[in-house]
């Protein structure tokens, strides 16, 4: 919140519940296509959209996460050969139930597994313990499923069976029926299984030419630890 209220006293307008449906690219500014995102709900994924408002900021900063790489395919005027292939990844939580006793203190990374960091233990500001997040591949999302965050966050409890071999490599105590589902997340990838990882791509005029357009691709973790570096990255090396 106070990252928010920073933005805001320097002059930062935030628009909730706003899509960005698109774009053109204009002489030297990308114009981006606005719409009630309430819009986008019943649509078809065929039918052309009909932007409510068109921007033309100096800058724009593709940072739409998991729909990054399919929003950046619907700006006219960028080529897509610069729009990497999009992979996906959910990471499933589970925590432990009638605990009373936390039995860790810090947080514990073992080694890291193909296309994540691992099963590792992470403790809430509340104290309540957390294992994961696994990686379980998605398949069959479509450019319109990932522009419209079409995405399945539920756990599957079936999980919690790959999850006991793993902790109990670091914690021998863990008791068979102790871990149920917490939430999931999913990873914007831009490696595919046994593929070697791919770091963030920050792409801006230098690379693909469109001149006021930034896209962020890949941005998963620790992206969130990274964002206020990535933030001052962008703005110090395209905004001009
Ligand atoms: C399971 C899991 C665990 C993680 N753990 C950590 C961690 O411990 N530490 C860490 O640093 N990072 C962690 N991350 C990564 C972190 O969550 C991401 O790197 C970070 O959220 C990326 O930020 P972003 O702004 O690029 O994308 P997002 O956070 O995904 O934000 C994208 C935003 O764009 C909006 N959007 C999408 N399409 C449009 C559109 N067309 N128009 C307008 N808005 C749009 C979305 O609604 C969303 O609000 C984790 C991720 C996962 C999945």
Redesign the pocket.
């Known amino acids: 919140m106070w990252v928010q209220g920073e933005a805001e006293n320097h002059g930062t307008t935030f628009s909730n519940n706003?899509?960005?449906?698109g774009g053109h690219l204009e002489g030297n500014c990308m114009n981006v296509y606005i719409s009630e995102s309430k819009n986008l709900r019943n649509w078809d994924g065929v039918s052309p959209l009909q932007p409510e408002l068109t921007l033309i900021p100096k800058l724009v900063v593709n940072?739409?996460?998991?729909?990054a790489p399919a929003?950046a395919k619907r700006f006219i005027g960028l080529d897509n050969v610069f729009i990497p292939p999009a992979y996906y990844a959910r990471?499933c939580y589970f925590s432990l139930a009638n605990t009373k006793v936390a039995p860790f203190k810090h947080l514990i990374y073992p080694i890291p597994e193909d296309g994540g960091l691992g099963v590792h233990v992470t403790l809430d500001l509340d104290g309540q313990i957390k294992f994961?997040?696994d990686v379980e591949w998605i398949d069959g999302i479509d450019d319109t499923l990932s522009?419209l965050?079409r995405f399945d966050y539920s756990v599957n409890a079936n999980r919690a069976e790959r999850f006991y071999p793993e902790i109990r490599k670091y914690y021998p105590d863990l008791r068979d029926g102790s871990l149920q589902p917490s939430y999931?997340?999913?990873?914007?990838k831009l490696s595919g299984p046994r593929q070697s990882p791919i770091d963030f791509v920050i792409q801006g005029d230098d690379t693909h030419g469109v001149p006021g357009l930034v896209n962020?691709f890949g941005?998963?973790?620790?992206?969130?630890?990274?964002?206020m570096a990535i933030a001052e990255y962008v703005a110090a090396k395209f905004l001009r």
């Open positions: 706003t899509s960005v449906i940072s739409a996460g998991l729909s929003l990471g994961g997040p522009f965050n999931a997340g999913i990873r914007p962020l941005i998963e973790s620790p992206g969130l630890t990274s964002s």
